[in-house]
């Protein structure tokens, strides 16, 4: 039997790291108004033309 891959998890101490060091290299954050996603609104699904015939 071969071993699982153990899951990687985060720790905030880690979370708290990795910020910095993108802070450090130049990343910036940008904050987001409360109740908005910042993502830019989809098509979303699209109504099923009906059958001719």
């Known amino acids: 039997m071969s071993k699982k891959p153990e899951k990687a998890t ?3 101490a ?3 790291a990795q910020t910095a060091a993108f802070l ?3 990343g910036s954050v940008e ?3 409360k109740g908005k996603s910042g993502q830019f609104a989809s098509a979303g699904p ?3 033309a009906p ?3």
């Open 10 to 12: 985060l720790t905030s």
């Open 24 to 26: 450090k290299a130049g």
């Open 14 to 16: 880690t979370i708290e």
């Open 51 to 53: 059958k001719a015939g």
């Open 46 to 48: 699209q109504p099923a």
């Open 31 to 33: 904050y987001v108004g």
